[in-house]
């Protein structure tokens, strides 16, 4: 779509949109009259931003800033001024208002920074319906006060928002998202999600309901509400008209309100100039949302959080990646750190690779300008099997069925284990272990399955602890000890309860052999027809000498024949019950035929003995 250029002439607009809500347009104009007049009430001074000057060398600090104000986990430690109480217009009812530490404290939901970028995927994957294409993840560099620093860009082409629509998703707790097949459902991801990645965010969007096109920038910026001493959360938003051959602004009140917002836009977001501003919208097309999180959040050593330059077609969390870096660490323990398991947790694309558990069809993950290849762990799995687990929902609910697919994972160390679980086909917890710690059984066993029954945690990175969750919990711990019991043998593992049976069968054969004078001989076999025991016994010069892969090989081979051996025992009895019901059904043959001949035999013998008489 060609940049719409902007008049010089300002005319006032009025709001049109699609929304259910009716007063949709009143609470928009009234949000944007109210924000006009504090910000005209307010001086607002120049801004100072951090500056970075690498990935791994801290960025310098700007006068009045503190690695405190700037690292996450510590920039809600900030000393409050005195507020001052509004007047309220006559019968006007007083509000809650909310402070801007409210949205640092609201943000420290998403304990994993990947967290908070899930969120604003899940946000594109829900324009799908809207006939969204893609979602571009990647790294920018901006300018602020003339030092470059990185950004996080997130672009999509879904439906977009219209001015109305994009002051809800500033505000707290609305959620339009109403379908049974969307991910979000709280109406707080977007804020907790950004405010989790940095300090600022800035967003654009382009959309057209009710046959009118509207661009529109909304900025959150918690520097700006810190460094200015707000009690009370501010967002700036302009809006234009751009269905025509201008962009005309959007005026809801005056003039002056409208310039207010633009104003406090240039002074605290990364553009500067109001061309560059509008600028932004080129790459967003007809219609769609980008939004660019800048002042990204530094660690305990005051480097940024984020890694970029690790890997150019990636990005990493910092903290994981150097430790996993840094440690010398064993061959397995090498082995797992390369498994996806384990990657998963500083590695943006291998994490993103099992977000979504079913492929998406045309829709596509760009991270970095290179698609995401989906991964379903369940085409991993080696002897793999489904069960069927049907959930006890409250009364009234619909009944439904859970799939869960279960079996061995391929080619990595056996402390990889655990259960994928989905919920509307986003991974909410992955490789769960249910099973006890230290205890072998289940070592290598991956399941994965979608629970839509039981509901997320606001941060998606668990499930609310309710009776469904935990009856899903002891199932899933029945499952692994089922699926272990009955295929554990087939990777070289002993079933449980397989050592104390074979002591058995070895105190029973040496009772037996003690019965029969020296030089007698029984041959075991007699005694176990469905297992062979070999005549030959391993001496223990040998037995030490083993491997211990020779042994597994011996012992699968072992247990094959063992299965195989039930397994023609199992025929020849079906063959055996197969022809004894077959000569019961001749015994009762021949019986019916002989009391036929008996009953034709009788009056032919009676004739013959009245002829004699004759």
């Given at each position: 779509m060609p940049p719409k250029v902007e008049k010089e002439h300002l005319n006032v607009v009025d709001i049109a949109s699609s929304d259910d809500d009716g007063d949709a347009q009143t609470v928009a104009r009234k949000q944007a009259s109210s924000l006009g007049e504090r910000q005209l009430r307010r001086n607002i001074s120049s801004p100072e931003m951090p500056q970075s000057s690498g990935p791994i060398t801290p960025p310098a600090l700007p006068s009045g800033e503190t690695l405190d104000s700037r690292s996450f986990w510590k920039a809600g430690n900030y000393v409050i001024g005195p507020t001052s109480k509004p007047a309220l217009l006559e019968g006007a009812l007083e509000h809650a208002r909310v402070h801007p530490k409210f949205l640092h404290s609201n943000a420290t939901s998403h304990k994993w920074a990947f967290g908070a970028i899930a969120e604003l995927m899940d946000n594109a994957v829900d324009e799908i319906q809207h006939s969204a294409t893609f979602i571009k993840v990647d790294k920018i560099d901006i300018k602020m006060d003339?030092?470059?620093?990185?950004?996080?860009?997130?672009?999509?082409?879904?439906?977009?928002?219209?001015?109305v629509l994009l002051r809800k998703c500033m505000s707290l707790g609305y959620s339009s998202k109403k379908s049974n097949t969307t991910i979000g459902q709280y109406g707080?991801?977007?804020?907790?999600?950004?405010?989790?990645?940095?300090?600022?965010?800035?967003?654009?969007?382009?959309?057209?309901?009710?046959?009118?096109?509207?661009?529109?920038?909304g900025l959150l910026s918690y520097t700006f509400l810190r460094r200015t001493g707000q009690d009370d959360v501010i967002v700036p938003m302009i809006d234009f008209d751009i269905s025509g051959h201008w962009a005309e602004p959007i005026i809801y009140s005056t003039h002056d309100d409208w310039s207010s917002n633009l104003k406090t836009i240039l002074e605290w977001s990364p553009f500067s100039l109001k061309e560059d501003l509008l600028l932004q919208f080129d790459d967003i097309g007809p219609h769609g949302t980008k939004i660019i999180i800048y002042n990204l959040w530094l660690n305990d050593e005051g480097i940024y959080e984020l890694a970029f330059d690790d890997d150019d077609e990636d990005i990493r969390l910092r903290d994981e990646a150097l430790r996993e870096a840094t440690t010398k660490v064993l061959k397995k323990t090498v082995e797992l750190q390369s498994h996806i398991s384990y990657r998963l947790r500083y590695s943006l694309r291998a994490y993103a690779s099992m977000l979504y558990l079913r492929k998406f069809n045309n829709f596509q993950i760009i991270l970095r300008g290179k698609p995401v290849q989906q991964f379903n762990i369940a085409d991993e799995l080696q002897y793999p099997k489904v069960v069927t687990y049907k959930p006890q929902v409250a009364a009234g609910s619909k009944e439904c069925s859970v799939e869960t697919t279960i079996g061995?994972?391929?080619?990595?160390?056996?402390?990889?284990?655990?259960?994928?679980?989905?919920?509307?086909?986003?991974?909410?917890?992955?490789?769960?272990?249910?099973?006890?710690?230290?205890?072998?059984?289940?070592?290598?066993?991956?399941?994965?399955?979608?629970?839509?029954?039981?509901?997320?945690?606001?941060?998606?990175?668990?499930?609310?602890?309710?009776?469904?969750?935990?009856?899903?919990?002891?199932?899933?711990?029945?499952?692994?000890?089922?699926?272990?019991?009955?295929?554990?043998?087939?990777?070289?593992?002993?079933?449980?309860?397989?050592?104390?049976?074979?002591?058995?069968?070895?105190?029973?054969?040496?009772?037996?052999?003690?019965?029969?004078?020296?030089?007698?001989?029984?041959?075991?076999?007699?005694?176990?027809?469905?297992?062979d025991v070999p005549d030959v016994v391993m001496p223990e010069g040998d037995l030490a000498s083993t491997s211990v892969d020779q042994l597994c090989e011996e012992n699968i081979q072992l247990f094959m024949r063992c299965e195989e051996k039930a397994q023609k025992e199992a025929e020849l009895k079906q063959t055996i019950e197969e022809l004894e019901k077959g000569l019961e059904d001749m015994r009762k043959k021949c019986a019916h035929l002989s009391s036929l001949l008996e009953s034709k035999q009788e009056p032919f013998g009676t004739r013959n003995y009245n002829l004699h008489l004759m």
């Open positions: 003339n030092s470059p620093g990185p950004a996080l860009l997130f672009l999509d082409d879904g439906g977009g928002m219209d001015p707080n991801g977007f804020k907790t999600s950004t405010m989790r990645l940095g300090a600022d965010v800035i967003v654009f969007s382009r959309s057209t309901r009710a046959g009118k096109a509207t661009q529109s920038v061995f994972i391929k080619e990595t160390p056996t402390n990889v284990s655990g259960f994928n679980v989905y919920h509307k086909n986003r991974l909410i917890r992955p490789f769960w272990k249910v099973k006890s710690d230290g205890s072998m059984i289940g070592n290598g066993v991956v399941g994965v399955l979608e629970a839509d029954f039981i509901e997320p945690a606001h941060d998606k990175q668990d499930f609310e602890r309710s009776s469904l969750f935990v009856r899903l919990e002891n199932r899933l711990k029945q499952m692994v000890h089922e699926y272990w019991k009955g295929h554990c043998y087939l990777m070289g593992y002993q079933p449980p309860g397989f050592a104390a049976k074979q002591k058995k069968l070895l105190a029973n054969q040496h009772n037996n052999s003690s019965n029969f004078p020296a030089g007698g001989k029984q041959d075991s076999r007699d005694e176990q027809p469905g297992l």
